[in-house]
């Protein structure tokens, strides 16, 4: 699903170049749960979002789904994220002046669907995720693990091929985090392709393998055998 | 008081801490107060500051001139006035002593300068006793004169000058800045010593009068008494004294009435100016305030009540209302002085325009309101803030109140923009109504000169005769097309009759019809470009023995003779002595724009110069049309005019087209002045859409990071954003047209065939609005697309 060939980032600083990424290989097979680890200012947050696609100044090689991202102009790699990736934050970035539904229909919104469509989607995801009876909450009126289960609804809703997430724990007490995490093992038991970003070792073993990442480089790649909420050595 | 210092002095230093913003809104406020202050300065001169003559209020004229012996008989027996007085313009030359020199003197009669309440600075002034025929040949000169014609020689008094001719004892020295209310002459002459004739004539209505009201009488009270007065003199003359208008004004009011409805109109629109720099001011403070939300967290929990911190905001806009009316006044003092140059002599006592203690008073209460103004509503909402939020930190959404309170803002500034916009553009549209007037002659290619023949060398009809046939006889060798006119069209004067229509139904004496009087000479219709619709012009042939004729103009036509030709018909003036002098019409010529580019001709008469004996008609107009153009025309003129009279001095030279354009100035000015303020207006409705949106921009960075790391493309923000824009511009167009609507009809009066409701204007202006509004979002709106995602939702 994604091919990444010497990919490098830099920043022109008066010291001089300053490397975020360096030439980072990588394959991310389709319906696979990939951890993204590494100390602060390793480059973790800026791979992500080189994978979705938000990020357009480094160099390198980029095949997604077998098309050449980096041969692509900005605006095509905008459509080919609208319709493969989901986005969980950290901070959930649910929108404080919109709904739970509404916010679950920001994404159907920029995706050309009708509006019928988009209504049935979003009782779909709101039945799914089990927050029908929250869907006219605004976040404030929500507790965190709330949000981001939200978060991961709303990143699900335009049911993306690659779920892309950073920290999407990070701001949880560690029984909302478990949720969520058990949550993402199940959409990817579902079949959907899962990166994160995390410092927490715990929650990396809810995914197959983990790429650590140190001062821009791959400092190594392991696969999880004992994934959490499995049986050991159970891998798809 | 202590704790408001401390505040101020916090509130320096905060404002000394960003440059950029106190720079902004200095300036910003600078433009709102120092606009206010000028046209301050201006309306304080003309219409609030009283006239410089002892108790002015008690200074009150008639609508028209009286005559002498009208105004000798009003002061004898009206018993509301302490004193009653006249004067009236006449040219003089003053030879013998030094240089000759051509200057615009004044008869006085009657107790004038008691009126006015003015002693002289040197001698004493003119009294009644002097005004009498056989009286004695005494004058009174200005202060300008003394200084500029003797180099204020303190033996002048006493001295003997010669003035047309005749010698005269200097009396006395007005006092410096002494000058008459309705003119600017300099030196004063009794009118029965000097024009005894005019002055014994009862019919001859040329005196401007002066009088002063009796204390404790109100206007009403001696109008009562006037209009009484003026009915017996009516009874006892019908022949002069019939329809005289009673209808007693104040000075001032006369002065200063024609101008009030354009100082109003100006001061609204600074007005407007002001209060949308308030609101770009308060919408800045605002955001201010919230990026100070920790800070003011922080106070509050340590103890600081809502009320202080409030008052430390309130203290910060004070400060910045005060810097920008000091900044204010000094633009407004450079306005004023440029005010003096450049406003229009239409507009009167601009003398007195200055910024003066009152200026000065007006601009710190102006300052400091505003400065509470603006600061309310962000003074408000600090107090309000609670403290927990603050210190949670701010989060970078835009709430929906914030986010309503600075589009209010910004939709505020639009609107009043708009009606301001509105304003100017009427006045535009009546400018260019004006300006595409036909003034019934082609102005192109036309010079005119002024010239006073002076009463020394040309006292008698032949010897004024003579010059002119010279001058024009010079002029057309020279290959011209010249005249002369005694009233030039657009130049401001104008003479008027009443007549009889030889045949038609008799006419109460004193109730006769009034015919406007022009004399001319030579080819006068052919040199201005008027087109001859009837009969024959007048000629060389039509001479001082010749059968008295005249050509008449459209509108005298039209009027007294409908369906007819005036062309053989005969009239007199009503008021001939002897046998009737019967005038044949033997010509009928086009109108011409004679008192104004925005008013129709009245009934008028072109006479000859040579008939009718006019002695005292020693002035005219010449005007000279080249086939060849313009350049050097004016030098031609001026030499041709020497050499008919080397010691004639020769006023004013002009291409006519500038004095229609002269005829212009004032409404050029005011619509001038109006978009100016117009466009400043809408520059600070632009920025302030501007600035409300960066705001937006600003606080929604992480929500416009969110969108787009959810899929939203660049061009949709940049919509959204234009989009909110575009909400804001509309709301304001339409709050705005509201205004304008309400607000126009205060400019009815100085509008000219454009109605205070003209929707292309309405239209033009709100297209613009719109399009400057929507304009200014697309510096946000590209700032917003190319917002980082990533950056965006980090930095959170």
Not at chain 2, 35 to 59: C, G, K, M, Q, T
Not at chain 2, 294 to 311: D, F, P, T, V
Not at chain 2, 424 to 446: C, H, Q
Not at chain 2, 542 to 568: Q, T
């Amino acid at each position: 699903m994604i091919e990444l060939r010497n990919i490098e980032k830099a920043f022109e600083t008066r010291a001089g170049k300053t490397f975020v990424l360096r030439r980072i290989d990588l394959t991310i097979n389709e319906g696979e749960f990939v951890t993204i680890m590494g100390p602060s200012g390793a480059g973790k947050t800026t791979l992500l979002s080189i994978l979705g696609m938000l990020d357009h100044s480094w160099t390198g090689e980029y095949r997604f789904l077998g098309e050449a991202v980096h041969e692509m102009k900005p605006r095509d790699r905008i459509d080919l994220n609208k319709k493969n990736v989901g986005f969980v934050f950290q901070q959930y970035h649910l929108l404080d002046d919109l709904t739970v539904a509404e916010n679950l229909d920001i994404p159907l919104s920029y995706r050309n669907i009708k509006g019928s469509e988009r209504a049935s989607l979003v009782a779909d995801t709101l039945d799914r995720f089990q927050i029908v009876g929250k869907k006219d909450l605004f976040p404030s009126q929500l507790s965190g693990g709330q949000q981001q289960l939200v978060g991961v609804a709303r990143a699900l809703i335009a049911r993306p091929k690659l779920l892309l997430a950073d920290e999407p724990t990070g701001n949880l007490h560690s029984d909302q985090g478990r949720e969520i995490m058990r949550l993402f093992q199940k959409l990817n038991d579902e079949g959907t392709t899962i990166v994160q970003v995390t410092h927490s070792e715990e929650n990396a073993r809810y995914g197959q393998r983990i790429v650590r990442l140190a001062d821009g480089w791959i400092a190594g790649v392991e696969t999880v055998t004992e994934r959490m909420g499995q049986p050991a050595g159970a891998s798809r | 008081m202590s704790g408001f210092l401390h505040d101020v002095r916090h509130a320096i230093r905060r404002l000394s801490r960003s440059p950029g913003f106190t720079a902004i809104a200095v300036a910003t406020l600078a433009l709102g107060i120092g606009a206010n202050a000028a046209i301050f300065s201006v309306v304080r001169a003309v219409l609030l500051r009283p006239l410089p003559y002892a108790d002015s209020e008690r200074l009150v004229t008639l609508p028209d001139n009286i005559s002498t012996p009208e105004l000798s008989d009003l002061r004898a027996t009206a018993r509301s006035f302490d004193a009653v007085g006249g004067s009236a313009l006449q040219p003089l030359d003053l030879t013998g002593d030094g240089d000759p020199l051509q200057i615009t003197g004044a008869l006085v009669t009657g107790d004038l300068f008691e009126a006015l309440g003015t002693r002289a600075a040197l001698g004493r002034t003119l009294s009644p006793s002097d005004d009498r025929e056989g009286g004695e040949h005494v004058a009174v000169v200005t202060h300008g004169l003394w200084l500029r014609h003797w180099g204020a020689d303190p033996a002048l008094v006493g001295r003997s000058v010669t003035v047309g001719g005749q010698p005269y004892t200097i009396v006395g020295v007005m006092p410096a800045g002494f000058a008459l209310p309705e003119h600017r002459v300099e030196l004063f002459l009794p009118a029965r010593v000097a024009y005894p004739s005019d002055a014994r004539d009862r019919d001859v209505h040329y005196v401007r009068p002066v009088l002063r009201l009796r204390r404790g009488v109100s206007i009403e009270t001696a109008r009562a008494e006037v209009a009484a007065t003026f009915r017996r003199f009516a009874a006892a003359y019908p022949d002069s004294d019939t329809g005289l208008d009673a209808g007693l004004v104040s000075i001032h009011e006369r002065i200063v009435g024609d101008s009030r409805s354009a100082l109003v109109a100006l001061s609204g629109a600074v007005g407007l100016v002001l209060l949308i720099a308030c609101s770009n001011i308060a919408s800045l403070l605002v955001a201010r305030t919230r990026a100070r939300a920790k800070e003011l967290a922080i106070r509050s929990a340590l103890g600081s009540s809502r009320a202080r911190l409030a008052r430390q905001v309130l203290a910060e806009s004070s400060v910045l209302g005060l810097a920008g009316g000091a900044a204010g006044l000094a633009l407004a003092d450079r306005a004023t002085r440029l005010f003096a140059t450049r406003l229009p002599d239409s507009l009167p006592r601009l003398a007195s325009v200055s910024t003066d203690r009152g200026v000065l008073i007006f601009t710190l209460v102006v300052s400091i309101a505003t400065g509470l103004l603006f600061g309310l509503v962000p003074a408000m909402r600090a107090g309000r803030r609670a403290p927990a939020a603050g210190l949670r930190g701010a989060r970078t959404t835009a709430g929906a109140e914030d986010r309503r309170l600075g589009a209010a803002f910004a939709v505020s500034q639009v609107a009043l923009a708009l009606v301001l916009l509105v304003g100017a553009g009427l006045l535009a549209n009546t400018l260019w109504r004006l300006r595409s007037i036909d003034p019934g002659f082609p102005a192109e290619g036309l010079v005119t000169a002024h010239l006073d023949l002076p009463e020394s060398r040309y006292k008698r009809l032949p010897s004024q005769l003579q010059f002119r046939r010279r001058l024009l006889d010079l002029l057309t060798a020279a290959r011209l097309r010249a005249a002369m006119v005694s009233e030039l069209p657009l130049g401001g004067s104008d003479l008027n009759h009443q007549f009889v229509i030889e045949g038609r139904p008799a006419i109460p004496t004193g109730q006769e019809p009034r015919l406007y009087s022009r004399s001319v000479m030579g080819d006068y219709f052919g040199t201005m470009g008027m087109r001859l619709l009837g009969g024959r012009k007048l000629s060389d042939a039509d001479r001082e023995d010749a059968p008295l004729v005249a050509v008449v103009n459209e509108s005298m036509a039209r009027l007294y003779f409908p369906g007819g030709s005036p062309i053989g018909a005969r009239f007199r003036w009503a008021r001939d002595s002897g046998p009737p002098q019967w005038i044949e019409i033997v010509g009928l010529v086009s109108d011409v724009r004679h008192f104004g580019l925005s008013t129709g001709d009245l009934p008028a008469v072109y006479t000859p110069y040579a008939q009718f004996g006019l002695n005292w008609k020693r002035w005219a107009d010449v005007v000279v049309r080249s086939p060849e153009g313009t350049p050097a025309l004016a030098e031609l003129l001026r030499a041709k005019i020497r050499e008919a009279d080397p010691l004639l001095p020769v006023k004013s030279i002009r291409l006519y087209e500038d004095v229609v354009s002269t005829s212009l100035e004032r409404p050029r000015f005011l619509a001038g002045l109006l978009g100016a303020f117009a466009g400043a207006a809408l520059l600070l409705a632009t920025l302030g859409v501007v600035g409300v949106l960066g705001n937006l921009v600003a606080r929604r960075t992480r929500e416009i990071g969110v969108r787009i790391a959810l899929g939203a493309d660049p061009a949709r923000v940049r919509r959204e954003v234009i989009g909110e824009g575009a909400r804001i511009a509309a709301a304001g167009i339409g709050i705005g047209l509201a205004g304008a609507l309400a607000a126009s009809r205060a400019l009815t009066q100085l509008l000219y065939a454009v109605h205070p409701i003209d929707p292309a204007t309405y239209a033009a202006v709100s297209l613009l609005l719109a399009a400057a509004a929507i304009g200014a979002c697309y510096l946000p709106a590209r700032r917003a697309s190319r917002i980082d995602p990533i950056e965006a939702l980090r930095s959170e």
